[in-house]
């Protein structure tokens, strides 16, 4: 059984520029959440998708936004990056996101310059 | 004060020692526990949840939770130097604000010396 895939696994931007992030859950998991992770913050909520909706969102600014398609797969953004921004971006992905129980992706390693 | 608190680290323990990571929360309504570890350049990944007061066991794992004194614990028994890794303390609060959401402690550092 495929576990989380996350792509790309690295990236270098500089600050302005906005990115996206891409994870495909495990088959038949339906609840995609995000993580920032970074070392003095450690590892925070960015928000969770169900059957293509949003249904809880941490406390980050708007810059960060997300979406999940009809597959389960969903992608995080990042608009107008700042240095602050560098992070791995954890994607974790369970079956209906109403346990604790997560499946985290290898993450991407977004380096803003 | 942090919503999930672990005990500062690193923690060194020798071959076959036991080792005792603590973590304390302050949102009283939360509902269920887990540990995640994360090995240097990982993900992490689960290795144990507690849902109920008292104590689980799997395998040289032991996760202890105490509601009243917000406490939960993992103990690792005849530790070995596979488990060397940062281990996660993380609290899911209750209801469908808790959707995905895992509040993660800082993480404690272990380290299993041979």
């Known amino acids: 059984k495929a576990g989380v895939t996350q792509t790309p696994r690295y990236l270098i931007k500089t600050r302005g520029q906005q990115v996206t992030l891409s994870c495909s859950p495990i088959?038949?998991?339906?609840?995609v959440s995000w993580y920032q992770q970074t070392p003095g913050q450690g590892l925070q909520f960015l928000f969770e998708?169900?059957?293509?909706?949003?249904?809880n969102k941490g406390n980050f600014p708007g810059r960060f936004s997300g979406r999940q398609f009809s597959n389960s797969r969903s992608e995080m953004n990042v608009s107008t990056l700042e240095l602050g921004d560098s992070a791995l971006y954890l994607c974790?992905?369970?079956?209906?996101?109403?346990?604790?129980?997560?499946?985290f992706g290898e993450g991407s390693r977004l380096t803003v310059l | 004060q942090k919503e999930v608190e672990q005990n500062s680290g690193p923690l060194s323990v020798p071959e076959g020692a036991i080792a005792s990571l603590n973590c304390t929360y302050s949102?009283?309504?939360?509902?269920?526990f887990f540990w995640y570890r994360q090995y240097s350049g990982k993900s992490p990944e689960l290795i144990m949840s507690?849902?109920?007061?008292g104590d689980k066991e799997d395998g040289r794992f032991t996760a202890q939770l105490n509601k009243a004194s917000q406490y939960v614990s993992l103990l690792i028994r005849d530790s070995q130097p596979s488990d060397s890794a940062t281990y996660l303390c993380?609290?899911?609060?209750?209801?469908?604000?808790?959707?995905?959401?895992?509040?993660f402690g800082q993480g404690t550092i272990l380290t299993v010396h041979p």
């Open positions: 507690i849902y109920s007061n």
């Open positions: 998708y169900f059957s293509e909706t949003q249904r």
């Open positions: 949102d009283r309504g939360s509902q269920s």
């Open positions: 993380a609290v899911r609060g209750a209801g469908g604000t808790s959707y995905g959401k895992l509040t």
């Open positions: 974790a992905s369970s079956l209906d996101g109403d346990t604790g129980e997560l499946f």
């Open positions: 088959s038949g998991h339906r609840s």
